[in-house]
């Protein structure tokens, strides 16, 4: 059975309407490890050689988080800085992470009908998150599709939560 790890950020957690179900369908699939970064490490103080420990004994990794600002809240960021060394990640000898697997899950603001030339965002979200494929790929990972709810400020009053959250637990 492959190994899971989710990796959760969401700096505003208390006014979640859709990742905090998210959240906690991921922390009961039993064989899924569940990292909280905010609650980890509140002060972006990572600690380096267990996350990468934490990788080397997962198959999948998947990045949970609401889409801010065009990309991810800044303690993925930090961590992706810190944790994906050179000689671990990638580069000589940096072959930790080949033929693992990593993928998104993700809630944004705007609708999906946004993030199209003609939409408001003027973008695919896939644009948005390239950096992200591109550091996948660097790493010798395998990037899925992103799983992605559209519109998540207005999910609870259009009931599309509780089917989101499903297909979140069955893809875990």
């Known amino acids: 059975m492959a190994r899971v790890i989710v990796y959760y950020a969401h700096p505003g957690h208390k006014h979640s309407h859709v990742n905090r179900d998210m959240m906690a369908v991921a922390q009961a699939i039993e064989g899924v490890t569940f990292v909280d970064l905010y609650a980890e490490y509140p002060r972006h103080n990572i600690n380096i050689d267990k996350e990468q420990e934490r990788l080397v004994n997962h198959d999948f990794i998947v990045f949970q988080f609401p889409l801010f600002w065009y990309f991810t809240p800044s303690l993925i960021k930090e961590w992706e800085d810190l944790v994906l ?44 998150l390239t950096p992200l494929e591109q550091t996948a790929r660097l790493c010798k990972m395998a990037y899925l599709p992103p799983y992605v709810l559209h519109a998540a400020l207005r999910a609870p009053k259009e009931d599309r939560v509780s089917p989101h959250v499903e297909g979140y637990r069955r893809l875990l």
Request: proline share 7%.
């Open 85 to 128: 060394e050179y000689g671990f990640a990638y580069g000589t000898g940096g072959d930790a992470l080949a033929g693992k697997s990593m993928m998104l899950a993700i809630t944004t603001a705007g609708p999906e009908e946004a993030y199209q030339p003609e939409g408001y965002q003027h973008y695919p979200l896939e644009t948005f």
